[in-house]
Structures are given as structure tokens and as C-alpha cells.
């Protein structure tokens, strides 16, 4: 005997079911539960942007809007049962969201809904933002003013606020996004100039009458700042020198005087300072050398002086002779590089300068316990020289070996 399976009649809502399975009428009854349940719950509360430009609208996603091209505007639902306010001081807007079990999420400001969303009405108060009343007005610099507004208690939360337009009466304007304690500042104003204000106050409903003019205010005298001195160069980059400064040419400055004195290769130049090559000069200690070359070793330099900045007259003259080899030809031979500057003024001290050298040989440094030679002679056979660091002075013949270090003045 064939067994029969149980079947189910059913009428819901006016759904007609008949001679189904009962497994496939409880799925059923439960889809169609789904479908018939509730719509998703509208938020009580909206916030809207608009352009102040295109006055077009947004719905606001986290309740704030993008300052300063958009003004605020805050939604109050309208329960299902009540009807919608109507009037000019009141607004009305439909959103349109999805329904409960839609794939989709989603919130749309339309005049209409379609039938399959879920639809949602709005309002709030539309009113212009009271007329600004200036309690003072006060000066703040040559090109600034303060005003305080009054509180209104009247402003409306639903449209707060956008900013504020400042008007001079010399016909300056300033837009304010931003204000704490309803005090506003204006700027770009002139000096020592009488001025009075108007305020006017604008939201997402439109801009308020002006206010009544302030009291006249008088913008600061401007002063202009001290000039601001520019950074003093350093000795090797040109400015002022002292004894122990590193000089231009990468060496030490040694002396120094406030009265210029006769230098160059024809003393047709005045320098202040003598600046001596550095430690290490000729790639280790300063080097032995004789005064002038065997073939001039008996033979006088004419020219030859003694006084301070007549070390490079002396040098010249003596490299003339003919003594590539010598102390002085080893000085002159000096050149070193600084930045872009090729410095190549460089030659053998007279016996003053050398006097100054020695005087100053801890500051200068790397100087050997030795003689010098400095580019001053002794008649035909002898040069000038000083023993380091004690500052001996004694002439020697020209084929003696003795230290040479180099030196400038500038």
C-alpha cells in the first residue's frame, strides 16, 4: 500500500497556498516573513551641505560639512502619522533609502520615491540669521580691528551660522569662517586711518540685513621694524680679521694693524693683515730648503727691503735672479684653491714679518724647532734668519739649509 505525504492549505494575507509539501510551506512562510517585515529604521536626525555656490545639497555622512564653501543645515524626522509643516519659515525634504534586505545601501534627497524605496520626510525651521548688533570695535594694529557681536538667542541650531561679512567704511571686506566669543577680526586695513564697520550674517537660508554701523576706530601708527643687520662675514669670507682667524686662503691670520700698509709685488697695494699657510702647507712638515740657488749664491738682489709687506716685493725679486729652487721660489710656488677662488698670492716673509711670525708661532702652529729663512740678505753671501720658536735672529750663508713657510697679506 502506497504511504501519502502530508500536504498543507494555507491562506496569509491574502496568499494563497494549496496542496504543498509541508517542508516547502514552511520555507515559504518564512521568505515571505522576510519580504513582509519592517523597513530599515530612517535616522531621526540628517545633516545636510549646501554649495554656497551651486546650492546644491548632500546628505553629510558624519554631521560636519566642508568649510567655507558649504553651509549646514540639520534635519528633524517627521513621524509617519504627522503632517508635514508647510509654511515660509519651515522646510521640507525626502530621503530615499533603500529597504530592509536590499543588497544595495544607499540615501538619496529626491522630490519622489520610487516604489521600491523606502521613503523618509524631513524638516526643519528656515530662517535668516537676526541682524548682528557690534557691541565694540577696537583697534588691534596699523591694519587690524576687533568686533564683538551680541549673542542671539534666536539663532536657529537648524541652520547655524556660515560666516560672517565684515564691511569697512573705507570698503574693505572680509569674509570670517571661523570666531570664538563672537569676536571678529578684520585685516589688510590702513594706518593711522578712522574707521567704522557693518556685519552681516550669513547661514543656509540666506544673509541677514546689515547691522547698524560701529563706532568709529583709528588703526595704529605703523612703525616700521628695525632694519635687520645682516650676518657679519667671517675673516675668510671676507669680513673682518683677527689674529688667530682662519684667512681667506685657508691659512692663520697672524697680524693685523687698523692702519694700512704698502704691499704687493710693487707696493702699489695696502693691506691690514698677514695670514700664514697652514700646518701641513706642503703636504707634511715645513720643508728645508737653501736662500737661493748655487749659481747665485755670491750674488746680491737688488731691491731687497726689510719692512712689513715688503715680503712679496722681496720674493718676486729674488725668483727673478734666477733660483727656481729656492726658499723663495718654493713660496711663490704656493697656491691652494678656496671655493671657486684660486688664491696665489703667497711668498717668503721679510725678516719684520718674520719677527711677527714667530711671535705668533703657538697660534699658527706646526712650526719645527729650526730657522727659518725670511727673504732678506746680508750683502751678497747671506740670507736673514730666525730661529723657531725662540726667535734667535742671525744671517747665514745662502746655501744653508733652513724651513720655509709661506705667507700673504691682503
Not at 504627522?82 to 540615501?107: D, H, M, R, V, W
Not at 697695494?269 to 728645508?288: H, K, Q, V
Not at 750674488?299 to 720674493?315: H, P
Request: aromatic share 8%; hydrophobic share 40%.
Amino acid at each position: 500500500m502506497t504511504s501519502k505525504r502530508p500536504y498543507l492549505h494555507a491562506n496569509l494575507r491574502g496568499t494563497h497556498f494549496r496542496w504543498l509539501s509541508i517542508p516547502l510551506a514552511i520555507l515559504m512562510l518564512f521568505s515571505l516573513t522576510v519580504h513582509l517585515s519592517a523597513p530599515a529604521r530612517a535616522k531621526t536626525l540628517l545633516t545636510t551641505c549646501i554649495d554656497l555656490a551651486t546650492l546644491k545639497e548632500r546628505i553629510s555622512k558624519n554631521g560636519t560639512c566642508r568649510t567655507p564653501q558649504e553651509a549646514v543645515a540639520n534635519w528633524r524626522i517627521v513621524p509617519d502619522d504627522s503632517a508635514l509643516a508647510i509654511g515660509s519659515t519651515t522646510k521640507s525634504l525626502i530621503i530615499c533609502s533603500n529597504k530592509e534586505g536590499s543588497p544595495f545601501t544607499y540615501q538619496l534627497i529626491r522630490a519622489k520615491c520610487a516604489k521600491h524605496m523606502q521613503t523618509n520626510r524631513y524638516t526643519r525651521s528656515a530662517f535668516l540669521p537676526a541682524k548682528p548688533v557690534i557691541t565694540r570695535v577696537i583697534s588691534l594694529s596699523h591694519e587690524s580691528a576687533s568686533l564683538a557681536l551680541a549673542a542671539d538667542s534666536a539663532t536657529s541650531t537648524d541652520a547655524p551660522i556660515t560666516y560672517y561679512t565684515i564691511t569697512s567704511s573705507k570698503g574693505e571686506v572680509k569674509r570670517v569662517h571661523s570666531w570664538k566669543d563672537l569676536t571678529l577680526t578684520i585685516s589688510g586695513l590702513r594706518s593711522s586711518t578712522s574707521y567704522t564697520f557693518t556685519v552681516s550674517a550669513t547661514n543656509a537660508d540666506g544673509t541677514s540685513p546689515l547691522s547698524a554701523a560701529s563706532l568709529p576706530v583709528t588703526t595704529q601708527i605703523y612703525i616700521a621694524p628695525a632694519p635687520t643687520a645682516a650676518p657679519a662675514l667671517s675673516c675668510a669670507d671676507g669680513g673682518t680679521c683677527a689674529v688667530g682667524d682662519r684667512g681667506p686662503g685657508g691659512g692663520v691670520i697672524f697680524f693685523e694693524v687698523v692702519t694700512p700698509f704698502a704691499c704687493g709685488p710693487s707696493l702699489n697695494l695696502t693691506c691690514r693683515y698677514l695670514e700664514a699657510a697652514p700646518n701641513g702647507w706642503n703636504g707634511g712638515i715645513d720643508p728645508l730648503t737653501p736662500w737661493s740657488d748655487d749659481v747665485n749664491m755670491a750674488t746680491e738682489v737688488s731691491g731687497i727691503g726689510e719692512s712689513i709687506g715688503m715680503g712679496y716685493r722681496n720674493t718676486r725679486a729674488i725668483v727673478a735672479q734666477g733660483n727656481p729652487t729656492s726658499a723663495a721660489a718654493l713660496s711663490d710656488a704656493y697656491t691652494v684653491t678656496v671655493g671657486s677662488t684660486v688664491i696665489n698670492d703667497w711668498y717668503l716673509p721679510s725678516n719684520k714679518e718674520l719677527e711677527q711670525l714667530v711671535g705668533q708661532s703657538t697660534v699658527v702652529g706646526g712650526f719645527q724647532s729650526d730657522l727659518y729663512w725670511a727673504s732678506y740678505q746680508i750683502g751678497a753671501d747671506f740670507g736673514w734668519s730666525i730661529q723657531f720658536p725662540v726667535g734667535t735672529q742671525a744671517y747665514y750663508f745662502k746655501e744653508t739649509l733652513a724651513r720655509v713657510r709661506p705667507i700673504r697679506a691682503f
